[in-house]
């Protein structure tokens, strides 16, 4: 499918990032409406109401399905209509959503034993004035002093086995699961941090429990103590999962990157030969194996699985995977690993960045010319993969994968080649339109490419060629524009400088959106500094700075990742299977959630210490 300009069709800012959509007739309606909660979160003064509301809260959820978890939105859906039958006000809102979570989550909850539990205790707990205790990388070390009520919870959950972090932050904590030391989260939090967390921890199918803190503010803040106790020392197990979660297959795709997995997928070729032969072998199996989210492998094997009926979305948290999923979608998911780690070898040397996941890149440590013998030996070793895949009962399976590989990777050449020709005589030509097609070639191919190989591995999928290219499309475009804005920001982990991407003058949407809502001063500022190849980075970052604030560049950008969104949630709405559909949402809500402003404790290296 081709990719048109009026795809990318530039509106005003909207009012609100409201995305608007009929509900259809389900019990659970298909489109998803966003809305911003946060000035509803009031907990309710009294003790009483709050017990009153939550025992009807645990009333309200005994009648829910359980199958799979359910999103925010829905979420927000069921808890209005709580509070509207009860004929509470709508400034409860937060509150009963996370009453409404807990009690749809609290008995598989209390079926995790206590060591694969994690406590989360706010800082805003401890005994401002006094308090002993010093951050180091995993938050406050809390010193049990006994000056406030974090020894208490400390010591009984650590004697009972627990994991205790006096931290805040869901992609902490998110990060944690995933790596596989705990299976659920008992967190006590504001309604500010929970609203964050409930995004992707209940997306992502963690079983949690939480208790709000009274109030936001931050200090002199309290909670009702006996609801920690309501389930920290209880266990009750059952005898097997009930509703559908992301992270058994989240864990998976981990540990195909993990010995003894690696090993099976991806056998060394030379090993006993002559050092000087290996090398290039051995370093760049460590890069594969080494670092990154894996979510693309992920999509592979979350694809198969709902092309398969969903089942391993049931599966134990701690339960290994490798068994149930054929080599074949394994190598493909390592496969698309290998294309994409290949993919950052070479634009880190186009770039010219200096980190990757927090190291040295690779052209750095060992010179361009064997970083680019790297990244091609890892085209090499993907295509072997692809090659190696055994589909006895569809024997065109893996041409059509092969076939939708290589049109990913000649998008993505195609993509970096315009993004190079651009940056390399930089003008005021550039168009909204012309931005977002480099990342429609740049981004999507690769979504495309996993999504494609899990599907078409677990059957014949006609009917969902052009879904799939359409979807990935907006998915990639979305997340590309929400990269921009995080290189505003920065992001915590492989960035070092903020707006890098402005200083290097890549052709962004940013910039884009720059060139056309300025007006004749301001594009003659913009055409300066596009000029001023020797311009000092700090210069150039705060003229780009003052042009897009002027021009309001970044609400655009903020509404067209909202854009994104809604198209392809319109998209994974049309589709009949549940499973499919399911992934599909959860993909859309993963890769286009809003980043959460990253606390100051996450920015010191909280984050890189657990996630790298
Ligand atoms: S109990 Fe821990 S957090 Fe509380 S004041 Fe003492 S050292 Fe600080």
Redesign the pocket.
Known sequence: MSIMPQDFEINEPPSSSTVSGEQQGNSRPRKRKRRSTSHLKIVPESLDLRELIKSAAEQYVSQLPRERPFSKDELEAMSRDFLARNEWPEKYLGFAMVLLGNFFWKRQFLAIPFERRMLLLPHC????E????DYDEFG?D??????????DY?VKAEQLGYKVL?AEGSPIVLKIIVEGYVDGILGVACLNVLEKAIDKVLLAGVPSYAVPLHSGDCKNTSLDEPWVWDVLDKYEPLPEPCTASYVPLMREAKRLFDEPSFEEIVPIVREGKASLLTKTEEISRFWLANGGKRFRPFITLAAWDAGTGGDLTFAEATEPLGSRIPLAVKKAAVAIEAFHKASLIHDDIQDEDEFRYGEKTLHLSHGIGPAINFGDFLIGLGYRLLAQCRCENDPTAIEDIVQKMSHAHIKLCEGQGAEMSWTAAPSMELTPVDALQIYALKTSPAFEAALYSGLRLAGPIEQYDEMITTFCRHVGVGFQILNDLKDWQGDGLNKVIIGQDAIALRPTVLLALAIKAANAEQREELAAILQDKHDHAERRLQRLRMIFEQTDVLQVAESLVAKSRDRAEAIADEVESESLRRFLYFLVDTVLAPEEEPTPREQAGLVDLIVN
């Open positions: 707990l401890k005994h401002a006094g308090c002993p205790a406050l809390c010193e049990t002093c006994g000056a406030c009520s974090i020894a400390k006096v």
